[in-house]
Nanobody, 126 residues
C-alpha cells in the first residue's frame, strides 16, 4: 500500500503561483510513476502532469504546458507540482496519483490507477 497526502492548495489571484506537494508513505515510492489530476465541479477528473519512476519521462496536458512543472524527490518520497501564471480555469480539486504503469496515468485510466490522494482545493480568482 501507498498512502498519498496532498498539501499546498489555496486561493490565489490570476497570474499567481502555487506549489502543491504530495507526500507518500508505505511501499517504496521510487518504484512508482506519479501524476497530478484535477477535477472541477461538473467535469471529469483529468490528468494535468505525469512523471515516470526515474524522472526521465514527463507528460503535460496542453492547457498547462509552459506553466506547470512536475518533479519528485524520491529521498523525501514527495511529488511536487509547481503552478505558475495561474488562470481562473485552473480552479479545481487537485489529486496526486501513483501507479506501476506510466501509461495508465497518461491515458487517464482512472479505475486502473492504484493509489490516490484525498485532493487539495486550488481556487484562482480573476
Amino acid at each position: 500500500q501507498v498512502q498519498l497526502v496532498e498539501s499546498g492548495g489555496g486561493l490565489v489571484q490570476a497570474g499567481g503561483s502555487l506549489r502543491l506537494s504530495c507526500a507518500a508513505s508505505g511501499r517504496t515510492f521510487s518504484n512508482y510513476n506519479v501524476g497530478w489530476f484535477r477535477q472541477a465541479p461538473g467535469n471529469e477528473r483529468d490528468v494535468v502532469a505525469a512523471l515516470n519512476w526515474n524522472g526521465d519521462s514527463t507528460y503535460y496536458a496542453d492547457s498547462v504546458k509552459g506553466r506547470f512543472t512536475i518533479s519528485r524527490d524520491n529521498a523525501k518520497s514527495t511529488v511536487y507540482l509547481q503552478m505558475n501564471n495561474l488562470k481562473p480555469e485552473d480552479t479545481a480539486v487537485y489529486y496526486c496519483a501513483a501507479d506501476g504503469r506510466f501509461s495508465d496515468i497518461v491515458r487517464r485510466l482512472l479505475t486502473s490507477i492504484a493509489y490516490w490522494g484525498q485532493g487539495t482545493q486550488v481556487t484562482v480568482s480573476s
